[in-house]
């Protein structure tokens, strides 16, 4: 079944083409959390210290993949425009060349987290003695599932940016099945069920930390395969192409680079800046680094529709630029910033009131639900200026302007938060509440920038200034 949109069809209404482009994107990110809170809530039924030797390896996982977002955000604006232009032949040598591009990246993320991290990383955290042997079970195998990773989040970027949403949302739904089925059998021991009158004996590996770190790696295996063979299969709504070239292609490569590098080094700045918040939460004892990780997994409730339409925007306005329609990629990425705002305003309503409840989903310790409800409560006021910025990003990275997210992240996380975060917390003695009040100025300033970057208009012409430093087209 073809899913893809004609997104340039001035026949239909803007809000109706955002919507049928952002739904399956939302319904995705949904399904995905209700998936992290039932991981979560698996984890933390087996105690705290097994959240907290979870939490010390998450950071750093959120590192490595932002690495794969860059290669993903290059590669699916590069595809848009092409697509735009009415190019299929080009955007279908991009994808070939996006697949060499995450074998390597694959590869080497995962020899990272196997030969450097796994053993390390706990000990540099400042993890407690009790954490070490569970954190390091948890890493070495979730790195096995990095090249899987990349197939997925890098693929499903791709087929999103020729216009098919649907995909990538069964994609990821078969992902996120496949995990908790994962974790259901391994993280636990045997042991009898009953349903209704009848009793029967299930068998669990009982495993803990790393049965759930197996859920992971059997997760992503499967969607990221899934996602290679939609990639592969001519009949797909986009593919390689007939005789599709393996050869690496320098002019494609330097532009998927000059467009995602910057995304990369954003996804980086803030996984290392929440590498040095993880640490100040884990000096803080086992009860503040679950609260803290506990709190963070909660608040993703308010980034799904946030997240769908940041993705509408960058894929819109990719492809209306590519057909040179500037005026109609204004219009897109204001419908998309309007809708993400109105949802996150509600969803953050929502965090507000049953805050409590959220972290009791995860784990019944009465300390941890207390301080992680205060902190997501905190975080309420500033979801607004998450969805501002987060949309506006998206609608930066689809013209090409990939460098102003980074730069506004640098100072965000950098120069705003951390250095409140050190000094409420050295300085001053506070607790967990040093590191969420500074994060929610964080993103109301990086909310003000952004603001001030999309009114300027700059953005729209940075795909001109990206094909002119090369000396010839893509395909040329």
């Given at each position: 079944m073809d899913n893809k949109l004609d997104l340039l069809d001035k026949t239909k209404s803007p809000n109706r083409i955002v919507w049928a482009l952002a739904w399956p994107t939302i319904v995705e990110q949904?399904?995905?959390?209700?998936?992290?809170?039932?991981?979560?809530?698996?984890?933390?039924?087996?105690g705290v210290n097994a959240t907290a030797a979870v939490a010390v390896n998450t950071t750093v996982i959120w590192l490595l993949q932002g690495l794969m977002s860059g290669l993903a955000v290059g590669a699916s604006v590069l595809v848009g425009r092409k697509i735009g232009e009415r190019k299929m032949t080009e955007a279908q040598d991009i994808l070939t060349q996006s697949l060499l591009a995450m074998m390597v990246l694959g590869i080497v993320t995962m020899l990272i987290g196997e030969l450097v991290l796994a053993q390390n990383l706990p000990r540099w955290m400042g993890a407690e003695q009790d954490l070490l042997a569970p954190a390091e079970q948890y890493m070495r195998i979730v790195a096995l599932s990095f090249p899987f990773q990349v197939l997925l989040a890098v693929g499903c970027a791709i087929i999103r940016g020729a216009g098919d949403t649907r995909r990538p949302m069964i994609y990821n739904i078969v992902s996120n099945v496949v995990n908790i089925v994962g974790n259901y059998f391994?993280?636990?021991?045997?042991?009898?069920?009953?349903?209704?009158?009848?009793?029967?004996?299930?068998?669990?590996?009982?495993?803990?930390?790393?049965?759930?770190?197996?859920?992971?790696?059997?997760?992503?295996?499967?969607?990221?395969?899934?996602?290679?063979?939609?990639?592969?299969?001519?009949?797909?709504?986009?593919?390689?192409?007939?005789?599709?070239?393996?050869?690496?292609?320098?002019?494609?490569?330097r532009q998927i680079v000059k467009l995602g590098l910057p995304t990369a080094f954003e996804r980086i700045t803030l996984s290392a800046g929440q590498m040095v918040i993880t640490a100040l939460a884990t000096g803080m004892g086992s009860v503040m680094l679950a609260a803290?990780?506990?709190?963070?997994?909660?608040?993703?409730?308010?980034?799904?529709?946030?997240?769908?339409?940041?993705?509408?925007?960058?894929?819109?306005?990719a492809q209306a630029i590519?057909?040179?329609?500037?005026?109609?990629?204004?219009?897109?990425?204001?419908?998309?910033?309007?809708?993400?705002?109105?949802?996150?305003?509600?969803?953050?309503?929502?965090?507000y009131i049953f805050a409590p409840k959220m972290i009791w989903l995860f784990i019944r310790d009465a300390a941890v639900i207390?301080?992680?409800?205060?902190?997501?409560?905190?975080?309420?006021f500033a979801e607004p200026c998450v969805a501002v910025t987060n949309v506006i990003c998206g609608a930066l990275k689809g013209g090409g302007d990939t460098r102003w997210p980074f730069y506004i992240s640098i100072i965000g996380m950098w120069i705003v938060r951390l250095s409140m975060a050190v000094a409420a917390i050295k300085i001053f003695g506070a607790g967990l509440e040093g590191i969420w009040v500074p994060m929610a100025i964080d993103w109301a300033v990086r909310m003000i920038i952004c603001i001030y970057r999309y009114k300027g208009g700059k953005w729209m012409d940075t795909w001109d200034n990206i094909k002119e430093t090369d000396n010839c087209e893509i395909g040329e």
């Open positions: 949904l399904l995905m959390t209700v998936v992290i809170y039932v991981d979560a809530a698996m984890v933390g039924s087996v391994f993280i636990y021991e045997t042991r009898n069920v009953t349903i209704f009158r009848w009793t029967f004996k299930i068998w669990g590996a009982g495993m803990g930390v790393g049965g759930a770190a197996i859920g992971t790696l059997l997760a992503f295996l499967a969607a990221g395969m899934m996602t290679l063979w939609h990639l592969i299969n001519r009949k797909s709504s986009f593919h390689m192409g007939d005789r599709p070239s393996f050869r690496p292609d320098g002019r494609i490569l803290h990780q506990l709190a963070t997994t909660a608040e993703s409730i308010c980034y799904m529709p946030c997240y769908g339409f940041s993705v509408a925007a960058t894929t819109l306005v590519g057909a040179d329609e500037k005026k109609l990629a204004k219009t897109y990425s204001l419908v998309c910033i309007r809708y993400g705002v109105l949802a996150m305003v509600a969803s953050a309503v929502l965090m207390s301080v992680g409800a205060a902190m997501l409560r905190i975080e309420a």
